[in-house]
């Protein structure tokens, strides 16, 4: 049997992007494998985030994990912090993690980019503790969107060196997984870019539907193609890929049809877009309130989550420390 890891940072609501590119592949994939499934809340760290929010954050992600559709009852569902052996593994990984390397990484400097005033270790040293949560349970695979493709390279890498450091064939090379496929990036609806959390251009499983309407009608197209057969800018682009997510492929197939003879209204499409997302997000919605108002429920899966994963991180914490060289007097 597989083992499987996924990660989501507790930054803020789940948006589309999240779902289909790693949450939907993860339920896919949870009765058939080992999983593990974690809110990565250290992670969280890197933006300061103030004391009295960490808490809500964490289970406002914890809720909308669980209405998605984990099981924790054949998953294991945690909260990173809860799991401390994961910052020892971290800290020995970063022995033999180089700074040059680190500086390289694309999340890294788009970061700096972004925000020049707080370039912190920790973000220097992210990729170190994302290999950490996911070697530390021995994954095989991790359902991730196509943003976390080089963080899974440095996982590799990071595997890698140590068996070769340490001559030993202990950690398996985990891969960035989506059933052979290519990995997916779900963009925003503001004509570039990828949805993010903190971008203002995403759709969110909490939104209700109003809210989804207005965001939709309101995303970024173009003044529609002057000719048949013009190739869609890059505005419009997005929406079709949101839209072979969410709509089923006759739909995709009509507004393709219909922008390639440029009779498209973007309008129609919009609305039909809009409708498609509602029909995904609306159950899940439902049952976000519905998890969040059960606190006994929330607390009794980290509770037995946290166990769970202690008990498969600290196995695997035992072995490195020997590995490295550490001996009992
Ligand atoms: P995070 O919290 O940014 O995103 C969680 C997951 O959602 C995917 N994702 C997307 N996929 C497609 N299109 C998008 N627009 C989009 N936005 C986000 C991400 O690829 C990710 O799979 N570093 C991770 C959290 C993490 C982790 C881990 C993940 C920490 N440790 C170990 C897996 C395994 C992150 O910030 O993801």
Known sequence: MDTVVSGIRSTGNLHLGNYFGALRNFLKMQRENKCFFFIADYHSLTTHPKPDDIHGNIKQVLAEYLACGIDPEIATVFVQSDVPEVTELYLLL?????????????SFKEKIRKHPDNINAGLLTYPVLMAADIIIHKANHVPVGKDQEQHLEMTRRFARRFNTIYEVNYFPEPDAYNFGQELIKIPGLDGTGKMGKSEGNGIFLADPPEVIRRK?????????????????????????TIMKVVSDPATVKYFTEQHAAATIRYGELKKQLAEDIIRVTNPIRNRINEILADNKFLAKVVREGGQKARESASGTIRDVREIIGYKPF
């Open 216 to 240: 939709v009608m309101g995303a970024v197209t173009d003044t529609g193609p002057s000719h048949p057969g013009e190739e869609p800018s890059e505005p419009v682009k997005n929406l079709f």
């Open 94 to 106: 970063n022995m033999n993690a180089y700074i040059g390397e680190l500086e390289r990484t694309t």
